[in-house]
């Protein structure tokens, strides 16, 4: 379903017109109310007249996660405390976390971009959504609250954890849309498994997954398992929180609220702008933000955008699901490795679970990969011959993917540590 049909299928020619407008007013606001910018572009000899479209943000300075980091706590705000009416900040996956601040104008484009994100997973003003995302300083309870309340819907602002509540309340609210991270809804299915839940006989259709990295394969196991529809969400604090894009029920990209947040595609080696279609770190401009507006920031997530049009009718630029964070890249012996191509393995292997972490070692001068991966009870009960098939299945798949050779270790189920959140995969035990 199509929240905003006028701003959502926006023909390209006004979209283009319309992100150049912003973008200029955008360029103003931040040299003349950020003391950051205006160094940055004095420096740069760019004057905030330069742009007339928006296809000069090509000559902007981009911002990286260190900028904000140096300008930590209010630094880069654009507008008076008295106009911030809330304030965000990062999981702090990453080191110290990063903060946002949101003024009512910048609450009622959350709520606007998340309603359309919730829109695109089929949720009405009668649906029942069950908002299994952690609320507080973490955007994306609130974000994803914020949205179902626009639309009108009944939220259930469960928050994250407390497993057996959830399926609990699964069932006895009818809760149809559920809302959390990939990771913790395999868990949600893992639990409500042993509880002797049928999902399939529940009212629950679809879910919005994201805030972390997840596999194609993964969505087939959690729609199997769940039995519901499950979809894509993507954000980042710095920008807005989750909302900036979702997939629409094509399930061939994640639609970009570009009428908010202009992306582009750099190498982040060189961070040179890289053509439609070419794989590279994602930057995004905030056209709209107003009280942490950003310019060309380099959020650190791979993907690729995705050119031509969705079959859904909406002109939303579209971007390939997240590979990983650049962060996250484990280089292992010159090849780059994402946890998500491990991943997409092992959700396909009979016999284990996709609860896996990565554990990286230094032999002497190289670096040696392990991979912990949980066994099923099935697999448990079978003879030694059987586990090692599966121990040599995974190994094999797994250096065939990615050309290097890997350590395979299955361990006792549910050992591996349970995450309400963002999962933790790479251990990185390798001091450089
Ligand atoms: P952080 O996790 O960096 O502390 P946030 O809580 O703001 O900060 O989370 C934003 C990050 O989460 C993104 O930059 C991205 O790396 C990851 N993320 C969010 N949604 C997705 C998604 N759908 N797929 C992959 N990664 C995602
Ligand atoms: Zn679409």
């Known amino acids: 379903m199509i929240w905003n049909k006028e701003k959502e299928m926006l023909p390209e020619n006004s979209k283009k017109a319309h992100q150049g407008e912003l973008l200029k007013r955008l360029i103003r606001r931040v040299y003349d109310k950020i003391p950051f910018y205006q160094d940055r572009m004095d420096d740069a000899g760019i004057q ?3 742009v007339s479209s928006i296809a000069d943000i090509k000559r902007l300075p981009f911002t990286t996660k260190d900028d904000l980091r140096d300008n930590y706590p209010f630094g880069m705000f654009a507008v008076p405390m008295d106009h911030v009416t809330e304030i965000h900040t990062s999981s702090g996956t990453t080191g110290k976390p990063v903060i946002g601040g949101y003024t009512r104008g910048d609450i009622d484009v959350w709520s606007e971009v998340m309603a359309r994100c919730l829109a695109a997973s089929g949720t009405t003003e009668k649906d029942v959504v069950q908002n299994a995302y952690g609320y507080g300083l973490f955007t994306g309870g609130l974000g994803v609250h914020y949205g179902a309340r ?21 069932q006895d609210f009818k809760s149809t849309i559920l809302t959390c991270t ?3 809804c395999l868990y949600l299915a893992e639990v409500g498994e042993q509880m002797g839940v049928d999902f399939s006989s529940l009212p629950l259709k679809a879910g919005n997954f994201g805030a972390e990295p997840w596999s194609n394969n993964m969505r087939k196991e959690i729609e199997r398992r769940l039995s519901l529809l499950a979809l894509d969400i993507y954000g980042l604090t710095e920008i807005i ?56 920031y380099r959020t650190r997530d791979i993907t690729r955008l995705i050119p031509g049009q969705c079959e859904c009718g909406r002109t939303s630029i579209r971007m390939e699901r997240i590979m990983g964070r650049t962060d996250d890249m484990l280089i292992v012996r010159g090849v780059n490795v994402f946890p998500s191509q491990i991943e997409e393995v092992l959700v396909n292997i009979e016999g284990v679970e996709p609860h896996y972490q990565i554990v990286l070692e230094r032999d002497g001068a190289l670096d040696e990969l392990e991979i912990h991966v949980e066994m099923n009870e099935r697999l448990i009960s079978d003879e030694i011959k059987g586990l090692e098939q599966a121990e040599r299945k995974i190994r094999d798949d797994i250096e065939s993917m990615l050309g290097i050779k890997v350590g ?3 361990v006792e189920p549910k050992t591996i540590a349970r995450s309400e959140g963002k999962a933790k995969r790479v251990i990185d035990k390798r001091t450089l």
Do not use: W
Not at 157 to 170: H, Y
Not at 252 to 277: A, K, N, Q, R, W
Not at 278 to 296: D, K, N, Q, S
């Open 182 to 184: 990939p990771s913790y």
């Open 150 to 170: 626009r639309i009108g819907a009944t939220v259930v602002p469960i928050s994250g954890g407390n497993t057996k509540r959830q399926i609990m309340i699964l």
């Open 48 to 50: 905030p007249d330069l």
């Open 241 to 296: 929180g989750p909302g900036v894009g979702n997939e629409c029920e094509y399930k061939c990209g994640v639609h970009i609220c570009d009428d908010h947040f202009y992306p582009e595609i750099i190498d982040p080696e060189t961070s040179e702008v890289l053509p439609y279609g070419e794989v590279g770190e994602l930057v995004i401009t905030t056209l709209t933000r107003e009280a942490t507006p950003l310019l060309r």
């Open 408 to 410: 395979v270790r299955l």
